[in-house]
């Protein structure tokens, strides 16, 4: 089938949009809305951030998750306590493949899961005296972690326990930084707000540690802040901007460490990946200490190239010479890449649907490949995203913002992409409706996908997914017209 025009794209929104009653039909209509290119503030065609509607099934995480999962967690050499139930905690453990060098449970703790269990008993008399023996406890168990964060979840923020005063007194008899963050899940519309909370706590409680201290630093020193070396991505990203010649003082969430947190206010450069994550901090240090940052993507050749050239323009001319070498000397396997991949996946089209990122980010990879992305959503999306969305996607597209689970269902169906790149929550559904997916919070176990290595990757899994010939021998159960008996 081919694209959508503009007329048929606004009649399947509402189309789609009828079978709400009337309130929630006018609250979803504000969420959905066809890309044109020419609209320079995306709130004049779509309104995010806002409270899903209760009875409507969301995708969305919360604020405990948008802290405690995203930015904290990855932080390799802390030791971050769930202070509340267990549950939040262990769905939160090793959602993502945050890759992480070190030994597990001795100097780094990715993947271990600390939670001071909450029972009955401590939502009645409080977590106070709990969480202050759990901290110690810790330390007598794992005396090489370098810090502590308090991750509270939404009893914590009911009952009124006081994680600050705990923190100051353990941190003072511990000699260490012990954080807490106020990222109850209740907090706010969805776990943007976990990212935001988690951000002012690194600005109170860690970057001013080492205000002061002197640093050898060079000209040529950045920090990469908003990635989350997914299957290894920050690890891609580091190699390409060392061989332009920077020096990367700082690198986080991802293989981060306490101490990398500490001396980024020391650099000349941030760059921000996830900018939905982390745009809050570098925010902050650009009016605290005078950092400029910017943006940058390393999904395919072509943002590849444009990112290097805009990071190197920010330098002197070795580093411009630098990374134009940089491009060059990679161009061959690039351009291999293609040659391979582009013939099979070429006017495929590809609808996404996930978070922070990724919804604009990795269109220019399968654009790479002549593939086309004709519809795309947030699930927790500020205004800012979509700003940034409307030039990367193509006319007459569509925008989904917090789509429900039937709008998204109802758009398939429509539009029949060739792949759909989702969350794990979406995955099964259209896997199961025959269409070819991929889980894109988590790269389905593979990647990376940053970089040009990581573009080698991202091909081949697009391919493999596209291209398997199981699809065209699979038909949801409820679309098969025969029915067959059951035996006795």
């Given amino acids: 089938m081919a694209a959508l025009s503009r007329e048929e794209a606004q009649a399947l929104i509402e189309e789609v949009l009828e079978v709400y009653p009337e309130k929630a039909k006018k609250d979803r209509a504000k969420h959905l809305a066809v890309n044109d290119q020419s609209i320079e503030q995306s709130k004049k065609c779509i309104i995010s951030n806002r409270k899903s509607l209760p009875g409507v099934m969301t995708i969305r995480g919360c604020a405990y998750a948008g802290s405690r999962g995203v930015v904290w967690g990855p932080i390799k050499d802390m ?49 106070d005296k709990k969480l202050d023996k759990l901290i110690s406890e810790i330390e007598t168990l794992f005396p090489l972690s370098r810090g502590i964060s308090v991750q509270s979840e939404c009893p914590i923020g009911l009952i009124g326990d006081d994680i600050e005063a705990v923190s100051k007194k353990k941190a003072k ?8 963050v106020r990222c109850e899940g209740f907090r706010g519309v969805s776990q943007s707000l976990g990212h935001h909370i988690a951000n002012d706590a690194i600005r109170d409680w860690v970057l001013p540690n080492r205000d002061g201290q002197a640093f050898e630093g060079t000209p040529y020193d950045v920090a990469i802040l908003g990635d989350y070396n997914i299957g290894g991505d920050a690890w891609s990203s580091r190699i390409l901007l060392e061989e332009m010649g920077l020096r990367v003082v700082a690198m986080w969430s991802g293989d981060g460490t306490i101490a990398e947190m500490e001396l980024t206010p020391k650099v000349k450069l941030n760059l ?12 902050h240090m650009e009016e605290k200490y005078g950092i400029p940052w910017m943006e940058y993507n390393l999904f395919g050749p072509t943002k590849i190239a444009e990112s290097l050239r805009k990071i190197a323009a920010f330098f002197d001319e070795t580093i411009q010479e630098n990374a134009e070498r940089v491009i060059a000397k990679y161009q061959a396997e690039y351009e291999a890449v293609v040659a391979k991949y582009r013939p099979r996946l070429e006017g495929k089209k590809v609808m996404l649907y996930v978070g922070g990122l990724r919804p604009r980010h990795i269109i220019g990879a399968y654009e790479d490949l002549g593939m086309e992305v004709v519809g795309t959503g947030y699930e927790f999306a500020h205004n800012d995203d979509y700003d940034r969305t409307i030039k990367e996607m193509g006319e007459a597209t569509l925008l989904y913002d917090d789509v429900t689970g039937y709008e998204f269902e109802e758009f398939v169906k429509r539009v029949k992409p060739d792949l ?54 699979m038909k949801a159960p409820w679309l098969t017209t025969e029915t067959t008996a059951p035996s006795a």
């Fill in 420 to 473: 759909i790149g989702s969350g794990i929550k979406e995955k099964y559904i259209f896997q199961k409706m025959g269409v070819p997916f991929r889980q894109m919070h988590s790269w389905d176990y593979s990647g990376p996908y940053h970089g040009y290595d990581g573009f080698a990757i991202f091909a081949r899994d697009m391919d493999m997914t596209v291209n398997n010939p199981c699809w065209s021998k």
């Fill in 272 to 283: 921000v990946h996830c900018y939905r994550s982390i745009n809050y901090i570098t925010r």
């Fill in 173 to 180: 008899e511990l000699d260490k930084p012990i954080v807490p």
């Fill in 79 to 127: 030791i971050h306590i769930s202070h509340g139930p267990v549950g939040c905690g262990q769905y939160s453990r090793a959602g993502r493949r945050n890759y992480y060098s070190g030994l597990t449970g001795v100097n780094t703790f990715g993947t271990m899961n600390f939670t001071s269990d909450f029972q009955e008993k401590d939502i009645v008399f409080g977590g």
